[in-house]
Structure formats: C-alpha cells, structure tokens
C-alpha cells in the first residue's frame, strides 16, 4: 500500500514556541491531505483538508492562525503550531488519498507533541 | 456531535475465540464504513470496508457486517491472535466528505 510519513514523530518543546510537523507521501501524489488530532482515549478529530497549492479548509473551532498548513506540492504537506502551549499536547496523525478517492485513507505513523 | 460511537472501550478475548467489536452512527448519508487498527504511537492502518449497498464483506479472519436499518456495524475477527491486539477505529463517510472516527475500542487477546 501507500506509504504516509511524518516528522518528526515526537517533539517536545516550551510554551510559546513554534512547531513544525511534516506529512510526506512517499510513493504516490497525494491530492488531499488531512490533518487530525487525537487526545487519550478519545477518537481522531479532523483539524483541516488541504489541497495542493490551495488554503486549507479548517473544520469548525480549529484556529487557523494557530495551527498553519501549508500543502506545497502533492508530496509534502505542514502543519505549524503556533506558539505552542500545553493544551496543545496531542497526537497528531496526517493522512492522505490519491485523486478524488476517499475510500481509503493512508495515514502518517503521527506526531508525539509535548508542550512544557 | 459524536456521529460515530463505539460504546466498548475495551475488549478482551481468549486466543482462537471470536472477537466482536461493535459501532453505531447516527448519520443516515454515510455510504462507507471502515475499520482501522492501529497501535500505539502510530497511524491507523486500514483494515476493510464496507459499502452502504452490502450487508457484509469479508477477507480472510476479518467479517464486517452492516445493518443499515440499526445504524449498526461490527467487526468479527475469528479466530483471534494475540497479533491482533491494538486499538480498532471504525469511520464512516458520504461521498465527497470528510471522515467520522469512532473512540476506539481496545482489543487484547489473551494467549
């Protein structure tokens, strides 16, 4: 199958900082990308859908001056979290489909982020 | 607005035993349902899926099943392995939009 990855996959860092995770598909071109969040026992949330070289649709209560994404091309899309604090401590998963598919996602393996 | 539920946080059973994992939606548009596995610190991978006009699809040990009049569906996984142990998603969509993830449940399969 295809194959999803992110960077880095656990990043800790102080309140006020920004972070920068990346999603990378690796043998295809991925035409939408996903960004989730996951908290402890609770079920991924969809954060925002980016297309490539288009701004990204948030879903309702995501900031998007917080959490910025950035699909430059169809392999790489960013998510940057602003002036982290710890309530964004999370697990954030990407996952990506090819054309207008959405029979199956591939998913990143996510990102570990700790806020101090 | 939870729209997909899995009302079982955990489940636990014997190797070689069925394993049922179970979920509801509310939304009535969905046409796809999947179910995920997925294990600690990394991303869901896909398991099978089924579409709204089945009632059941199967490949190998995995059987989802699909009663559209209950909103409900379920994974059977038989016989189980403890390789099967991890936390299983079920999502739902409609054509062209996004994906409903349930809470998980959290299967071990005891040797």
């Known amino acids: 199958g295809a194959v999803v990855s992110q960077h880095p996959s656990w990043v800790i860092c102080k309140s006020g900082t920004s972070v920068k995770i990346e999603c990378r598909s690796l043998?295809?071109?991925?035409?939408?990308m996903f960004w989730y969040r996951q908290f402890p026992k609770q079920s991924l949330m969809l954060m925002a859908t980016s297309n490539e070289g288009s701004k990204a649709t948030y879903e309702q209560g995501v900031e998007k001056d917080k959490f910025l994404i950035n699909h430059a091309s169809l392999t790489l899309s960013t998510l940057t979290v602003t002036s982290a604090h710890p309530e964004d401590s999370s697990f954030y998963i990407c996952s990506a489909i090819t054309g207008t598919s959405y029979n199956e996602q591939f998913f990143g393996p996510g990102t570990r982020l700790t806020v101090l | 607005d939870q729209q997909v539920k899995q009302n079982s946080p955990s489940l636990s059973v014997q190797e070689g035993r069925i394993s049922i994992l179970n979920c509801d939606y509310t939304?009535?548009?969905?046409?796809?349902f999947l179910w995920y596995k997925k294990y600690p610190a990394e991303g869901p991978t896909f398991l099978i899926s089924i579409s709204s006009i089945k009632d059941k699809n199967e490949d190998g040990r995995f059987t989802v099943f699909l009663n559209k009049s209950a909103k409900h569906l379920s994974l059977h996984i038989v016989p189980s392995q403890p390789g099967d142990s991890a936390v299983y998603f079920c999502?739902?969509?409609?054509?062209?939009?996004?994906?409903?993830f349930g809470t998980g449940t959290s299967l071990t399969v005891i040797p």
């Open positions: 939304n009535s548009m969905f046409d796809y």
């Open positions: 043998d295809f071109q991925a035409t939408t």
């Open positions: 999502a739902a969509f409609y054509t062209g939009n996004q994906f409903y």
